[in-house]
């Protein structure tokens, strides 16, 4: 047999040498290639169907990969630069948890920025891991957090030196990186392990003038949501991983939540999509840098709108910045974030990714076209002309330094009451409130209640923003310790 | 030997022309670009297989799409033409001495020039000195106007494909921004025979009637296009298109139709009730 490369993609090849091979199934799914579904399958198409088959020898077990599964797993890390890679079908989230748990035991200290992704203070109640907080830098102007700054994070590891891990959010979903290199120099010379959730940076990997990857910085483990940049079903991710993990292990981990029936349309999709861009992401992430330059030049000649690029770089809390990245600042027009986000749906039937107290981030790819560009300019352009205020009263999006009284493990699983939001003032939360996306939480389990964020979770509802987390649907009530 | 162009206008209707002969094939950056010549309708042009115009029946659709507003209009002086690079349009607006400038946004270039060399009979005016040609994204040209035109006709192919910005909420109400305060807007406006062309003509109609104060629709019967019944837009800031219409003034101006007239102009306006039943569906 040929020696493999990235030409290959041995799940994809091996799944349409299935096909031909017409194996009569008398295993699961039970809707049998399609044919007892037939609903289903017409909607999904019949090509999709006869793929969505169970593990079995000819297609190898995710769970313990020996054959194509290791090949694909085996290119992806070569395509990477990492030392192992593992496909992932529960999300990003699930290689954020994987990553956690293979760092932290119960008690162990993890240092990271307050403004990560809900799935990493997940990982602390599972695992019982204790947070030490660093608090990312805040742009004053635009109201959003930034990247950890070197000092502060040289301040945590001195403070907790017998912390096991640092995680660091790079890249933020503004586009924003910190100084990964040096953060990462830093940690492990300090003995601590550097796990980067990298979910927005797919394309570092493969497009050329990007920050730097977390592999090529020599972090020790990343997350990366190839659904997100690269071109793969949604739920499909890689966990990539450095020279000095122990990916046996790590294995281990991953099976203690992830699914002993892995989809085999994401697998394929995962496979295909790192073939794709290790062949072509040159170009591919090229295209896609040009389409957000030109947006970004026309919103920014709208008036008003404020699309933001490198020149926000200020070498350290802002070390670097991602220019696929098309985020705009609205408030200048009289209108919040999440606002333009609604009218751009409600009224141009165009659907971005989310919308925040005074931004809103169109995320751009290469599935896009031109004149899919010129559609979201002009609509902005109207919006600006038909529904513009000026001088209206808009809360600047404040990050909000969280106290935290108990661990998250702790608060989660403690005896709680449900009071009124307006009574919750002054007490302990247990559970989450955030606008998703982005899924940064306003409030995660263990942390005080203060005034302050009371106003901001009733400014953030009145404005539209999607806000979840909460037992109560209707986030009137929340769940606080019980005295 | 049969040779026979042949277009969908359903999944289960076809419509078929006899070709004599293919004149040219030929794909740009956008589409597909095909001309033909046949018997029954002479030549016609065709967009990603989907008729655009022949020589025999383009004459309706030419003289609706102009006339209309411009004898509407008491003094259109400054036009804008959106889509339209088989010059049909350019053609008529000509003919009005008052009309002082035209602009013409076509985003594909090649259309032009095959129009040029195989459509003499609508690609013969693009070298009045008052036509100005702009290659460019219609939708991105008029979001940089502000109270500019008189007259805006939208001659756009379909709502999906290369023209589909063209039929946007963000489209119209660039427009309404880009005329002046007494302007009017025509546009294309799709069946509304068959479901999916009806379901879009409905979409757009909505669109129109979201930015303009005036939003009317008329009708003519254009053989070659799905159904035959055709409809056009018109929008306008001030003046209602039968209302203030002064017929005389346009008899005045002598202009040889073969379609539009006068009398027809108002009837035009006289819809069937099942397309005013549709239209009031989403006004």
Redesign the interface.
């Given at each position: 047999m040929a020696e493999l490369s990235q030409v290959n993609a041995p799940i994809y090849e091996a799944l349409r040498k299935f096909r031909r091979m017409r194996v009569v199934p008398f295993d699961v799914p039970g809707h049998k290639r399609g044919r007892g579904n037939m609903e289903l399958t017409e909607f999904l198409g019949e090509d999709c169907m006869s793929v969505d088959v169970n593990s079995m020898k000819p297609l190898d077990n995710l769970c313990h990969p020996v054959s194509v599964i290791k090949d694909a797993e085996m290119l992806a890390a070569q395509a990477f630069g990492a030392a192992n890679a593992f496909f992932m079908v529960g999300g990003t989230t699930s290689a954020v948890q994987s990553m956690i748990l293979y760092a932290c035991k119960s008690g162990d200290k993890i240092i990271m920025p307050r403004n990560v992704h809900r799935s990493a203070i997940n990982a602390l109640i599972l695992c019982d891991a204790v947070p030490v907080y660093v608090n990312p830098d805040v742009n004053k102007q635009l109201g959003i957090a930034l990247g950890m700054s070197v000092a502060q994070v040289e301040q945590a590891i001195k403070d907790n030196p017998d912390a096991k891990a640092i995680l660091i959010n790079n890249p933020t979903y503004y586009g924003i990186c910190s100084d990964l290199k040096k953060i990462t120099e830093i940690a492990h010379a300090h003995g601590m392990l550097v796990l980067v959730d990298e979910a927005h940076g797919t394309h570092f990997y493969f497009g050329e003038n990007f920050p730097v990857t977390a592999m090529a910085a020599g972090a020790d483990i990343a997350s990366v949501s190839m659904h997100k940049s690269g071109g793969s079903l949604t739920q499909s991710s890689f966990l990539l991983m450095g020279k000095n993990v122990n990916a046996d292990y790590m294995r281990q981990v991953i099976n203690l939540t992830q699914t002993t029936s892995a989809s085999y349309l994401l697998l394929s999709s995962l496979d295909i999509s790192r073939k794709r861009l290790a062949l072509s992401g040159r170009e591919i992430f090229a295209q896609t840098v040009e389409m957000a330059e030109y947006a970004r030049e026309e919103i920014n000649g709208i008036g008003g709108y404020y699309a933001y690029s490198r020149e926000l770089i200020n070498g350290d809390s802002i070390y670097d910045f991602d220019v696929s990245k098309l985020s705009v600042y609205t408030l200048p027009i009289g209108l919040a974030g999440i606002e333009v986000y609604d009218l751009l749906r409600d009224?141009?039937?165009i659907q971005i990714e989310f919308g925040d107290i005074g931004n809103i981030l169109a995320y751009i790819s290469v599935g896009d076209r031109?004149?899919d560009i010129?559609?979201l300019?002009?609509?902005l352009?109207?919006i600006k002309?038909?529904f513009g205020k000026s001088g209206a009263e808009l809360l600047t999006q404040e990050y909000i330094t969280p106290i935290v009284a108990e661990t998250p493990r702790r608060a989660f699983y403690a005896d709680k009451v449900s009071v009124p939001l307006d009574e919750s003032a002054g007490k302990v939360c247990t559970e989450f409130v955030m606008c998703y996306p982005p899924g940064i939480p306003i409030l995660a389990p263990g942390e005080l209640i203060t005034p302050e964020i009371i106003e901001y979770i009733k400014y953030a509802k009145e404005k539209g923003c999607q806000m979840t987390g909460t037992e109560d649907i209707n986030i009137e009530h929340l769940n606080i310790l019980a005295d | 030997m049969e040779l026979w162009f042949t277009e969908r206008h359903t999944p289960n209707v076809k419509f078929s022309i006899k070709v004599d002969r293919q004149l040219y094939s030929g794909n740009s950056e956008f589409q597909r670009i095909d001309i033909f010549d046949s018997k029954e309708f002479g030549r016609f042009l065709t967009l990603d297989g989907y008729m655009m115009l022949t020589e025999k029946d383009e004459f309706i659709y030419h003289e609706m799409i102009t006339h209309v507003p411009m004898a509407v209009h008491p003094s259109p002086k400054n036009v804008l033409v959106i889509g339209a690079g088989d010059g049909g349009v350019v053609r008529e607006l000509t003919r009005y001495d008052c009309v002082e400038n035209i602009d013409l946004v076509e985003i594909d270039e090649l259309v032009v020039e095959v129009s040029k060399q195989y459509l003499p009979t609508t690609a013969c005016r693009f070298d009045d000195p008052r036509v100005h040609i702009f290659y460019e994204d219609g939708v991105k040209y008029i979001r940089r106007c502000e109270d500019r035109y008189d007259v805006i006709i939208v001659d756009s192919t379909d709502p999906f494909g290369p023209g589909e910005g063209l039929f946007t909420k963000e489209f119209y109400g660039s427009c309404f921004k880009a005329l002046h305060e007494d302007g009017i807007m025509v546009n294309q406006h799709e069946s509304p025979f068959y479901d999916e062309d009806a379901a879009a003509m409905q979409r757009s109609h909505k669109r129109i009637v979201e930015s303009f104060p005036i939003s009317k629709v008329y009708q003519a019967h254009i053989p070659t296009y799905p159904s035959g019944h055709w409809l056009f837009g018109f929008a306008s800031k001030k003046y209602h298109p039968t209302n203030d219409y002064n017929p005389t003034r346009w008899n005045l101006l002598g202009l040889k139709t073969r379609y539009y007239n006068a009398r027809l102009h108002t009837g035009a306006f006289a819809l069937p009730n099942y397309v005013e039943e549709l239209l009031r569906d989403v006004e």
């Open positions: 009224e141009y039937d031109k004149r010129e559609r300019i002009s609509a352009s109207e002309r038909r | -």
